[in-house]
């Protein structure tokens, strides 16, 4: 069965800290994504990642960087913890090639983080 | 651009009872169409798809039509289940060049007994 995997269900850290979130896929996809999910607010785009060592912002990178070194890798770096970046976090993939326009996202399970 | 907007939960229910989950869009294009299903402490998960205008999707005994005239993807189930309680997400697929879905915010349902 295709798979996302994300580190860790659940992680505590303090503000001021350097926080990194992994999330490998084995389906061999293309696109990778990191998603921020607040309540009332839905799914934002944080960065979107189409190729190894490439990236693209999504609607809220500010405080947040990320890292795609092999193609099925994608890591999300908190650089200075704050604690308003307590959130769920949703990793995802989807194909590039072919007829990709038909083809779903795949999601982890999320990584539940709180920024004490 | 494009948007996609969901009616507004918590959606609460008895058990057996009708389901409709309303889902409206606005696309440049022909996108595919997608519900997911996100249940308590994972991620979301693909529920179905319709990939053309009236298409219907259907898994689980959930159903949804790929309405173009009224660009409407409304979201059915006949009778539910307590273990249908869940966040569910409407959401465009990719088209004219772009990689990025959009995504609805979401309706909480809850089943009761």
């Known amino acids: 069965d295709v798979k996302v995997t994300q580190s860790s269900r659940y992680l505590v850290k303090r503000t001021g800290e350097k926080v990194f979130l992994e999330c490998v896929q084995d389906?061999?996809?293309?696109?990778m994504f990191w998603y921020r999910q607040d309540p009332g607010l839905g799914l934002r785009l944080i960065y979107f990642s189409y190729d190894v060592k490439m990236k693209e912002k999504g609607d809220i990178p500010e405080g947040y960087s990320v890292s795609r070194e092999k193609k099925e890798r994608f890591s999300l770096i908190l650089e200075s913890a704050s604690t308003n970046q307590t959130s769920m976090y949703l990793c995802?993939?989807?194909?590039?090639?072919?007829?990709?326009?038909?083809?779903?996202?795949?999601f982890g399970d999320g990584t539940r983080l709180s920024i004490l | 651009g494009d948007s996609v907007t969901q009616m507004e939960g918590p959606v609460t229910l008895s058990e057996e009872a009708f389901l409709t989950i309303n889902c409206t869009y606005t696309a440049t294009g022909y996108p595919s169409l997608f519900w997911y299903v996100q249940y308590p402490g994972e991620g979301l998960q693909l529920l179905l798809k319709?990939?053309?205008?009236?298409d219907k999707g259907s898994n689980k005994g959930f159903e949804a039509t790929y309405r173009k005239e009224t660009t409407s993807f409304h979201l059915e189930k006949g009778s539910v289940q307590v273990s249908d309680s869940a966040v569910y997400f409407c959401?465009?697929?990719?088209?004219?060049?772009?990689?990025?879905?959009?995504f609805g915010r979401g309706t909480s349902l809850i089943v009761h007994p």
């Open positions: 319709a990939t053309k205008a009236d």
């Open positions: 995802a993939s989807s194909l590039r090639r072919g007829d990709y326009s038909n083809q779903p996202q795949h």
């Open positions: 959401a465009l697929g990719t088209s004219g060049g772009s990689y990025i879905p959009t």
């Open positions: 389906m061999d996809h293309e696109n």
